[in-house]
């Protein structure tokens, strides 16, 4: 019993240490401003908040996501399913589908940065 009475007393201390020793060193630590103000993807936050993105740049991050989850989509299907004539057909419709969609932002210049 005394054996477990100064386990738990070792443990109640250590996690003690482990609980305070933040709040003791962060109110000891002198803020900073570029340590509190808020720092998101790299943008500046002293300009407006509200100034939009160019559209573009939405358009390339949702084909970026499409393309992403079809990768995951096609890696993943062979390890659900077993391989048929059913499956290569489904993934090859569904690869002509998503570069038929490629092929239009392409022709269409939405994948042109510069422009």
């Known amino acids: ?55 573009r740049f939405f358009l390339l991050i949702i084909l970026f996501i499409v393309f992403d989850l079809e990768i995951a989509l096609i890696l993943a299907m062979p390890a659900i399913y077993s391989w048929s004539v059913k499956i290569s057909i489904f993934l090859t419709l569904f690869i002509t589908i998503l570069f038929t969609g490629l092929i239009y932002e392409w022709t269409e210049g939405s994948l042109n940065w510069k422009s």
Do not use: A, H
């Open 1 to 55: 019993m005394i054996i477990l009475n100064i386990y738990l007393l070792i443990l109640f201390i250590i996690v003690s240490i482990i609980l305070f020793t933040p709040i003791l060193i962060s109110i000891l630590i002198k803020k900073w401003i570029d340590k509190t103000s808020s720092f998101e993807c790299g943008i500046n936050l002293c300009i407006n908040p509200r100034k939009p993105f160019s559209l």
